[in-house]
Structures are given as structure tokens and as C-alpha cells.
């Protein structure tokens, strides 16, 4: 089973350079996390599921007490984070900073994660 979140708006300082560090700016993220729902289809508990909103707390959190200069450390660590639930088998993730570059919409940085057993 996947389950996406989709355009999570979340703000956080993220930047290289001085006028990025003075101010939060928005940060979106786009995530596909994969895990046996057996359990959770069999009971219909969300115990057994992966709680989103769980998810999106944790993100929020690494995104809030982190002022990471890089897309791709900010995309690591809070893969870091999600993965340390053992159901997650496989993990997407596109973070998007918006307005980041002049005559574009935004720039981001995929990262894919798998358990290997």
C-alpha cells in the first residue's frame, strides 16, 4: 500500500544565502510512503495503519527545528525521521522551494528511500 501526502505547505528557514536565513519561507512537500497494510486492512485500526497525520507532524517538526542550507539535507534528515517507523518499506519524497530561482516556479530535490533486509 502507498499512502501520499500531497503539497504539504510548511515553512522553515532553508537557504544558502543571508537574506534565506533572516526569514521563514514556505517549503512543499510531496511524499509516497510504502508499507505492508495487511494488518491495518484486517482490522480496520488505524493502530495498525501508518497515521498521516502522524507523518505530517513529524515533517513539520524536523522542518521547524531545522535551518538547513540545502534541499538535499533538509530531504535526508527528515527521511531520517519517517523511516525510523520499521513498516515503512519504500519512501519518495520531493521537497519544492518556491521562488527559490528567478523566472521559475520552483526548485526541488527527489530523494527515494528503500529498506533493505
Known sequence: MVICIKNL???????VYE???RTERDIVINARLEYSAQDAIRTDSLEDALDYKVIRDRIQK???ETKFKLLE???DRIVKELTTDARI???EME???PKALRLTDSVSAII????HT
Open 9 to 15: 505547505r510548511v515553512s522553515g528557514i532553508l537557504g
Open 19 to 21: 537574506e534565506e536565513r
Open 62 to 64: 524536523v522542518v521547524a
Open 73 to 75: 539535507t533538509l530531504a
Open 89 to 91: 518499506l519504500k519512501l
Open 95 to 97: 521537497i519544492d522551494k
Open 112 to 115: 527515494n528511500w528503500e529498506r
